[in-house]
């Protein structure tokens, strides 16, 4: 429809479009009318505020049609826009015209009144409809832009790495198999184990859990590149941090060392927010208001930080020392939990802080080794209020580092010939890290289950819709 | 490292660095030197073009060493950029010092000579470090790019829809399942049928083929939205245009009918290719060079022209009148065949061109019924040399024309409720289309294979590295 503006334009513009007729289409959210008068607040999906309509029986035909009009029902409406610098709301439409473009029912699930997140998870197919989750997925598609634009302004290569895949990247969680096998008559070998010569890849094949081994061919070819596209754990965790199917960003960067590396993810980070704080205002501060009431300044606390660094010896003493008894007792060796975490980021630095040099028995084959023969370059960004949201490490390079490293963790070579032929031809330090993306989600709105930063959830016993 | 300059920054402000001394690091892509001079090209993979290092056994101490250099080692460079105006380059730079990051091996498989593009599938770790597929995965980074910032300008929202489903969209081809069963021991119902109880989503679940029906739920919250995203057809097609995953686009938009969605596809359409050719001149003009030698004169001509729209009827008579005799005759109600398509495209209209309204019976349920009662409000979007490029359709609203539907498709209301229900609470027309990402890619390179266009392809019987 040309001649209709979009309820985000009018908010942007009020004075241009002040005293003049426009045109909105919209969904009914909130009516309510007497005999004489009606007020309508219509969302048109554009922006998280609604706009109020006001109607009047002495000019609109359908007055008592549009009275009726169960929530949800969409509209068109033609009317004078009014400024009203006294009132909530910068503007409203007063109504000369009405359309009724589709009724909605006196059932419809999601009445104004507060609902519970688990009941809206049941409704995935309406509760974009909600404010909460209006924001949540207007936030996360604008984080989402922001990654690609911060990427790209550096002239990062996006590369798409496969979602099915032959090979555990780095074994790390159960995977989901990807077969077109009859599951009714699995075909087997002579031996009796599964003979994958019928399935459609004729190998074994499973869905991926990084993009990793394939980002670092074109980061070797391209420099500077990242991913982002969802990978996927068959964990059955059950727990309000961890899905099924998840989106992960992961950058890998040529001829950079892990310094670089922590300052590529430190400036992410704060590009990330400060983008998403400064094009959605309104609904940053409804997070701030209604679902996190620290939220805001937390993150502004980020975005304005220098980002602690302390080795992960280093953390552990600090731990060991600070007199606060942890469930887990901290030694060196272990892989820190959330506590441990919250406490060096929380209590310890009360910013960001970057752990490095990790035990090489707790971090990936990958990771490259340390001089001293213990520790590998990994590190990890812990944030307060949630711990651990990114992960990463210098790669190793040197071939026969590498190869004796798979050895030791039983490896089979043939299995990873092309990942050890890139350090055979032109090999070249690089890092990289990776971001889960419903995590940095969940960070910048509040939300505190993962199932409410995706639309439509994937978890154990749960794809519906 | 901090103070390496990135080559396409030294190639696009190279008169800001003449006579300075910069450093570079990168890949060696040829070299030849005699005993007292050499030239290497250099690439640091930012950049398409190489720069050339000319080095001096009078200032190189290690001059032998770096003589030798086997192809596609990592060196770090630092010397004098000097503007060369009439030669091929703008300019080269004079080695003050080399230092070699990582030897390749003279077995590198990627030596300076035409290679088929069959070989280089076989290497697909390597591929990227040549010219072609150096310039194939840039455009497809940069053209993302563009389709990300086309529709955020325009407010849509970014939709992630599950990969995992338990529904199968519209039945478009076969499907892969996904499992964490025990394929050599398949539980069973007493029936005999597959128990799923112990599967991780305890139903029968697959990759899916679109996100177009849980798009549509968020288009009518959000009223713009799109979703960019793998999909997956488990298809036995062994041709050059298919492939097992792939990336799709699926714009939603509400309160919008078929002639909204056209004029969507064409704007995004000619913004994406333009946009390519500004960013990319280098890749673009080598794809004219070496790969498709009409392709510039192509793109320009669909970025200036106005589609043309005609009706399928329209088209069906324009196909059977023309004189032209095709493998397969023209009558009303077949599906136009990629010679058809191209027919039209490139011999009727010269430009590219919207077919719409085909019959109901070759479409999806889904797209809205006309009031003939045999077409549906279906659009192709056809261009000269690949055929159909787009798909789309207005969507049925009407809750008793798409039950009424379904029921001729034998399709289960049931596995559709949340479907139905968006036509229950709130319907108003909406419209959309599905652009295969890989297809735009080998139209805006000139790449004929689908193969050539995707970092690590899958397709029948193939999911290497």
Redesign the interface.
């Known amino acids: 429809?040309k001649d209709?503006v979009?309820v985000?334009t009018l908010y942007r513009h009020t004075n241009e479009y002040a005293n003049k007729t426009v045109k909105i289409?919209?969904?009914?959210r909130t009516l309510r009318a007497s005999n004489a008068f009606g007020f309508i607040e219509v969302n048109?999906?554009?922006f998280f505020k609604n706009t109020q309509i006001v109607f009047d029986s002495a000019k609109i035909e359908n007055f008592k049609e549009i009275s009726k009009l169960p929530i949800?029902?969409?509209i068109?409406v033609i009317g004078t826009l009014i400024e009203t610098p006294d009132s909530k709301q910068p503007f409203e439409i007063q109504a000369e015209n009405i359309i009724i473009?589709?009724?909605?029912?006196s059932d419809?699930?999601l009445q104004k009144k507060r609902h519970t997140f688990e009941y809206l998870r049941s409704?995935?197919?309406?509760r974009?409809?909600s404010n909460a989750?209006?924001a949540v997925?207007?936030v996360?598609?604008?984080a989402?832009?922001a990654i690609?634009k911060f990427f790209?302004d550096k002239?990062?290569?996006?590369?798409?790495?496969?979602?099915?895949?032959?090979s555990d990247c780095e074994g790390a969680g159960?995977m989901?198999?990807?077969?077109?096998?009859d599951?009714?008559n699995?075909p087997k070998n002579e031996d009796?184990?599964?003979s994958f010569k019928e399935d459609?890849?004729?190998?074994d094949?499973n869905?991926t859990v990084s993009g990793q081994l394939?980002g670092e061919?074109?980061?070797?070819?391209?420099?500077?590149i990242y991913t982002f596209?969802?990978t996927?754990r068959?964990e059955?965790s059950n727990t309000a941090r961890h899905a099924?199917?998840f989106?992960m960003i992961e950058p890998e960067i040529?001829?950079?060392d892990l310094q670089?590396n922590m300052e590529l993810a430190e400036d992410m980070l704060k590009y990330v927010i400060k983008y998403v704080m400064d094009e959605c205002p309104e609904e940053m501060t409804f997070f701030n208001q209604f679902i996190d009431k620290g939220l805001l300044d937390r993150l502004n606390h980020i975005v304005n930080s220098d980002f602690g660094k302390v080795s992960y010896t280093e953390a552990v003493k600090l731990l060991q020392e600070c007199g606060k008894q942890f469930e887990y007792p901290v030694e060196w060796g272990i892989d820190l939990q959330t506590e441990h975490e919250r406490y060096l980021t929380e209590e310890i630095y009360k910013k960001p802080v970057f752990v490095t040099d990790y035990p090489k028995d707790i971090k990936a084959f990958y990771m490259r080794m340390n001089e001293d023969g213990k520790t590998v370059a990994a590190m990890d960004c812990l944030v307060p209020g949630i711990g651990e949201i990114i992960g990463g490490s210098q790669r190793e390079?040197r071939l026969d580092v590498l190869k004796s490293r798979m050895a030791e963790l039983d490896l089979n070579e043939e299995d990873y010939w092309?990942?050890l032929?890139?350090?055979?031809?032109?090999?070249?330090?690089h890092s990289g890290f990776g971001l889960g993306f419903e995590r940095l989600i969940m960070y910048i709105t509040g939300m505190s289950n993962i199932r409410d930063v995706?639309?439509?959830p994937?978890t154990?016993?749960?794809?519906?819709?």
């Open positions: 429809m209709v979009l985000k289409s919209g969904w009914v048109d999906g554009s949800s029902s969409s068109t473009e589709g009724m909605s029912h419809y699930p409704i995935a197919h309406l974009p409809r989750f209006s997925f207007r996360r598609s604008v989402a832009y690609h790209q002239g990062f290569v996006y590369t798409h790495t496969p979602i099915i895949t032959g159960e989901f198999r990807v077969t077109t096998l599951l009714n699995v009796g184990t599964i459609f890849f004729q190998k094949s869905l394939n061919c074109f980061a070797l070819a391209f420099r500077n596209g969802p996927f068959a059955n099924a199917e989106w040529s001829f950079a670089d390079e092309w990942y032929e890139l350090r055979k031809y032109g090999e070249t330090k995706i639309p439509f994937r154990t016993g749960t794809a519906e819709f």
